[in-house]
């Protein structure tokens, strides 16, 4: 089954605490991305990556950080997260980009920084 | 003044009417995408547009490029049809601009 899978579904954490959610998806696809979706807000581009090796901030990378050493993982990284990161993070995928095709996302990450 | 307006916010109406909800927008795009938000939070890619129209099932998805519109009917809308639905637009810079979203809820 095609799919985008984001692990863990829910985390909570401590301020400081480094943590890493993990995005796989098992269609071959060159594009991947984060979101982060906060009420009020809608959906944020956090960082995305057309291929492996090659990654782009989008509109809100502060505090994250990501990496794309294979084609079918794009892990987001927080450093030192803060509280302000609390909200629920979406990864993305696609054959080639948003601007060709629709995307298929993963289920969501629930994170809560205390 | 948001870049991408969807109207109405909210939405709620009887299973069975014919749903319509709006995304208008003020920057030159190379294709507009719609998506759903299940209440469990999962989303889930509808439709991408560049021009035209397109349909799949009961889902009918419409833009108009010179006037900066595109459109999201249901038809014989249904409980299950119940979601946030958000519209984003790719612009002339590759980025996507993304909509408030509007909460649809369709009543048995």
């Known amino acids: 089954e095609a799919q985008v899978t984001q692990n863990p579904r829910y985390l909570i954490t401590v301020t400081g605490k480094k943590l890493t959610v993990t995005c796989s998806q098992n269609?071959?696809?060159?594009?991947m991305s984060w979101y982060r979706q906060d009420p009020g807000l809608g959906l944020r581009q956090i960082y995305y990556s057309m291929n492996v090796e090659v990654t782009d901030k989008g509109d809100v990378p502060e505090g994250y950080k990501v990496s794309r050493k294979e084609k079918r993982n794009f892990p987001l990284i927080l450093e030192s997260p803060s509280p302000n990161q609390t909200s629920l993070y979406f990864c993305?995928?696609?054959?080639?980009?948003?601007?060709?095709?629709?995307?298929?996302f993963g289920p969501g990450t629930r994170l809560l920084v205390l | 003044k948001n870049e991408v307006e969807q109207s109405p916010q909210n939405l709620t109406a009887q299973e069975g009417e014919f749903i319509t909800i709006n995304c208008s927008y003020s920057?030159?795009?190379?294709?507009l995408h719609w998506l759903q938000q299940h209440p469990g939070g999962g989303i889930v890619s509808l439709f991408m547009?560049?021009?035209?129209?397109k349909k799949h099932g009961r889902l009918i998805a419409t833009i108009n490029i010179q006037e900066k519109h595109s459109s999201l009917h249901i038809t014989a809308s249904h409980p299950r049809d119940s979601a946030v639905y958000i519209c984003a637009v790719m612009d002339s810079n590759y980025q996507l601009i993304w909509g408030a979203g509007t909460k649809l809820i369709i009543k048995p």
């Open positions: 993305a995928s696609s054959l080639w980009g948003p601007e060709v095709e629709t995307q298929y």
């Open positions: 269609m071959n696809h060159e594009y």
């Open positions: 547009l560049s021009s035209g129209k």
């Open positions: 920057v030159g795009i190379s294709a």
